[in-house]
């Protein structure tokens, strides 16, 4: 496999591209990756991959470099005659604008996906879209995989009783609903009223959390302002201990402030977007998807389904 398959990584995760690499058996392909003087960046593939298949490790969240080195890589390997250039995108960045819903805004989930496409990607791997319609901006194919057997599989374990998974808005009652069919718990969901696009407030709860331990589940703790005020408005309804799951450790601004202010005892995430660990603190533990996207890619390459992946 090593002959005929290069994963290379950005900079915006590589430990992440490591342990992928740890799961396939590989050593990471060599590309340098530096900036101009004036800060544009450069990106040289510097070992030949004619006629190989080429994965590209690299989240596009913000700094917009992130996105900016993925698109010059994919060039690159286009042009060095990749056979195929898969983007393996962990965490899929400006997704959260994936309609017009106010006047005179921009669609970036679709622009980033044209950008990513014309660059000349071939495939695309990704994790827990924000939106999944996401998926039909794309006219290539994409994989799309999802952290929820990992994080299941690490609250089976605990063994909580009296468990009811919580979704904290509307928009992940579906994500809440497979993971408490999963486990065998109650649902519930907090039902608010966005103020704007970082400010929520709650409004009520529906369904019985009291005396009930929680597991709040969502995509991605960006500033930790729903997920925390939800978990906020369960103690006020009689819950016992908070948990929460999200796949995206975005933590932006305020985002630990809120977290270890707040009842959660525990936030797990995963490693889709790397953070210091020694930032992190005692209440927010990682689990690694490195394992996960290592055989996502290993049967990409050999032409094999995904299908089991999912269960």
């Known amino acids: ?35 101009f003087p004036d800060g544009e960046i450069f990106v040289k593939i510097d070992e030949n991959i004619r ?16 996105l900016m ?16 250039v898969t983007a393996v995108i962990p965490y899929f960045g400006y997704a959260r604008q ?15 996906a044209n950008l990513i496409t014309v660059s000349g990607a071939d495939r695309l791997l990704t994790m827990d879209l924000h939106s999944t319609q996401i998926q039909g901006f794309f006219d290539i194919p994409l994989d799309h995989l999802f952290a929820a057997p990992a994080l299941i599989q690490y609250f089976k374990n605990k063994n909580i009783p009296r468990l009811t998974v919580v979704s904290p808005d509307i928009g992940s009652v579906k994500m809440a609903r497979a993971y408490a069919k999963r486990m065998g718990a109650a649902l519930a969901l907090v039902d608010k009223q966005r103020m704007g696009p970082e400010q929520t407030e709650v409004m ?9 331990n929680i597991l709040i589940v969502d995509d991605m703790v960006t500033t930790a302002g729903t997920l925390t005020e939800a978990a906020e408005a369960l103690v006020r309804e009689g819950a016992e201990e908070i948990h929460a799951a999200a796949t995206h450790a975005v933590l932006a601004g305020p985002a630990l402030e809120r977290i270890y202010s707040s009842p959660i005892r525990e936030l797990v995430v995963t490693d889709t977007v790397y953070q210091d660990p020694t930032r992190l603190g005692s ?5 690694s998807v ?18 089991t992946l999912f269960v």
Request: glycine share 6%; charged share 30%.
């Open 283 to 287: 209440r927010i533990r990682t689990l």
């Open 1 to 35: 496999m090593e002959e005929s398959v290069r994963i290379f990584s950005g900079n915006a995760n590589r430990p992440l591209s490591q342990a992928i690499c740890e799961g396939l058996g590989v050593e990471p392909a060599h590309a340098e990756i530096q900036r």
């Open 51 to 66: 006629g190989t298949d080429v994965f590209l490790v690299q989240p596009t969240h913000a700094p917009s470099d992130n």
């Open 69 to 84: 080195e993925l698109l010059l890589m994919i060039d690159a390997a286009r042009r060095a005659s990749a056979r195929r």
């Open 290 to 307: 490195g394992p996960l996207l290592a055989e996502a890619i290993r049967r990409i390459h050999e032409e094999r389904s995904l299908h």
């Open 98 to 112: 994936d309609r017009k819903d106010q006047p005179r805004v921009a669609i970036s989930a679709k622009l980033v």
């Open 204 to 212: 009520h709860v529906i369904g019985e959390v009291k005396g009930r």
